[in-house]
């Protein structure tokens, strides 16, 4: 019978969802477009676009949390450094073998434990709204200063080198991640993997249940759900998910330092979402990947006065178009079906 109510009420919300039924559709579209663009383009796009699709991986992080719990957060950031860090530490390290899938794991899985202490101590204290961002705040504030601090083995604001890896196949062989194309075509299918998780446990009782929370958190204590577990679960995915970001950004970008942790970054990555749209895992990969990039392109021809005119897009796109740019697609979809529908009859 629980299950029947949460079921009847994540319909009653279905609606406000950006693209609920299309969305891995629009996926398989988007990441097969990706996978055309280095056999018709090649130089820097094909060595930055991997960066920009891993910034999408984190906004994903954060489209989780704060689109599917209505939890926003200001510490992705700061998980994300965790899992670059690990990451480097891992590589760092002398095992006698090759680390690289040990190192992924180990990001992914500090990610989610710092994610998941925060959220049990957080959420078990009932801390809700304004205070969870502050919290989020500190850790992010945190984050970079431990990284500062702890020079001997982050290396400070010097930062930390990661040398690109080979990919290790057992009696098959290895494949180098050196060149441009090889770590293109590894880092795509890695965010398509992540995107297609995430969806498939929003798109389970999990991920409903998660909905029934942001809708009406008191009725779903009232039917009898551990809230506080699941937005500390939640909470631990999302972190996951930025360690494995954050693991990505290591290996392609090879170099980690302190500012990956901090506010301004955390704050970036809230824009991403927004612009993007925080009902739609698919809005804010793209929100990532886009912002991103535009970002990149504003300051390198407005050096000056790019952040001025990314804060501006952030104001219009929050003023005229509340779910983002995923939900003002889904609307004009939406709206061209009725009026086609009404033209046949």
């Given at each position: 019978m629980t299950q029947d109510l949460v079921s009847q009420k994540v319909k009653s919300v279905s609606g406000r969802l950006s693209v609920p039924s299309g969305e891995p559709a629009l996926a398989v579209v988007l990441f097969a477009i990706l996978a055309l663009i280095p056999v018709v383009a090649g130089g820097y796009i094909v060595y930055v676009?991997?960066?920009?699709?891993?910034?999408?991986?984190?906004?994903?992080?954060?489209?989780?949390?704060?689109?599917?719990?209505?939890?926003?957060?200001?510490?992705?950031?700061?998980?994300?450094?965790?899992?670059?860090?690990?990451?480097?530490?891992?590589?760092?390290?002398?095992?006698?073998?090759?680390?690289?899938y040990l190192a992924v794991l180990a990001a992914t899985g500090a990610g989610c434990l710092v994610a998941a202490i925060a959220g049990y101590f957080l959420f078990s204290a009932g801390v809700r709204a304004t205070y969870f961002v502050l919290v989020t705040l500190a850790l992010s504030i945190m984050a970079e200063q431990i990284a500062v601090s702890q020079s001997q083995i982050t290396g400070g604001w010097n930062g930390m080198y990661v040398n690109r890896p080979e990919l290790p196949f057992g009696p098959i062989g290895s494949l180098s991640l050196g060149g441009d194309y090889v770590m293109y075509y590894v880092v795509l299918p890695l965010v398509a993997l992540a995107y297609f998780?995430?969806?498939?446990?929003?798109?389970?009782?999990?991920?409903k249940v998660l909905v029934g929370v942001r809708e009406n958190e008191d009725r779903m204590i009232a039917l009898g759900f551990g809230v506080?577990?699941?937005?500390?679960?939640?909470?631990?995915?999302?972190?996951?998910?930025?360690?494995?970001?954050?693991?990505?950004?290591?290996?392609h970008s090879s170099f980690v330092s302190p500012s990956l942790g901090g506010v301004l970054?955390?704050?970036?990555?809230?824009?991403?979402?927004?612009?993007?749209?925080?009902?739609?895992?698919?809005?804010?990969?793209?929100?990532g990947i886009i912002v991103a990039s535009l970002s990149n392109y504003l300051s390198a021809v407005a050096p000056d006065t790019w952040q001025l005119m990314l804060g501006v897009l952030f104001i219009i796109v929050i003023v005229f178009f509340k779910r983002g740019l995923a939900g003002a697609v889904s609307d004009g979809v939406r709206l061209l079906t009725a009026q086609r529908g009404q033209t046949n009859e």
């Open positions: 676009l991997p960066q920009y699709m891993i910034f999408g991986v984190l906004a994903l992080s954060l489209g989780l949390l704060w689109g599917y719990v209505g939890i926003l957060s200001f510490g992705q950031a700061a998980f994300f450094a965790v899992g670059a860090y690990v990451t480097g530490i891992v590589m760092g390290a002398d095992f006698g073998i090759n680390p690289v998780i995430v969806r498939w446990l929003m798109a389970a009782r999990f991920g506080p577990f699941y937005k500390t679960a939640a909470f631990a995915l999302s972190g996951a998910v930025a360690g494995f970001a954050g693991a990505l950004y290591a290996l970054f955390s704050t970036e990555v809230v824009v991403w979402v927004a612009i993007g749209g925080r009902l739609s895992l698919l809005g804010a990969l793209v929100g």
